[in-house]
């Protein structure tokens, strides 16, 4: 176990997660905010192992794990860990029927505590302008903007907010 909230366990991703994997990496509605492009089930078979081996390389700075709910074990989305020499980025996506449920405000705040305890002093996140759920997650747990800008990938405006311990 990764971490765990009040309702959510975060954990490392398994090869029995696919078909949720799948479902939330095939949405166009998910990635409409992150790459933009939904996969095909091989594609995602394929990155679902990459992001499995990741876990055994000692110069991993990629770490996305499965969130699952404490009820009922379901797989309902992933969280990000991202390092590079310049920032920690947390991310988060859901699979779209366990939107509005008040996950993401709980999930950010679990990766916040999380982020804190392995000793990082800031983190940031990106976040698409039209994203506007988002947005507020982390406005209402003090992440402050620092930059506008266009995103690379999915050419959308994108704010980068961070938050300082």
């Known amino acids: 176990m990764i971490f765990i909230t009040e309702n959510l366990l975060v954990r490392r991703l398994v090869l029995e997660d696919l078909k949720g994997f799948h479902e939330l ?3 166009p509605k998910v990635l ?3 790459t ?3 996969k095909v089930f091989s594609e995602n078979e394929k990155e679902l192992k990459e992001l499995i081996f990741k876990y055994s390389l000692a110069k991993n700075d990629f770490w996305i794990y499965a969130v699952e709910r404490k009820i009922d074990l379901e797989f309902i989305g992933t969280v990000a860990l991202v390092k590079d020499n310049l920032d920690d980025e947390i991310g988060y996506r859901f699979l779209e029927k366990y939107w509005k449920l008040g996950y993401g405000s709980e999930i950010c705040k679990g990766l916040i505590s999380y982020c804190k305890k392995i000793g990082l ?3 940031v996140a990106h976040v698409v302008d039209e994203n506007k ?3 507020k997650i982390l406005e209402n747990n003090k992440f402050k903007i620092v930059k506008k800008f266009i995103s690379d990938d999915i050419k959308l405006p994108e704010t980068k907010y961070e938050l300082k311990f």
């Open 25 to 27: 990496e095939s949405n």
């Open 32 to 34: 409409k905010y992150a």
């Open 36 to 38: 933009g492009n939904p």
């Open 121 to 123: 002093k800031k983190i």
């Open 133 to 135: 759920a988002s947005a």
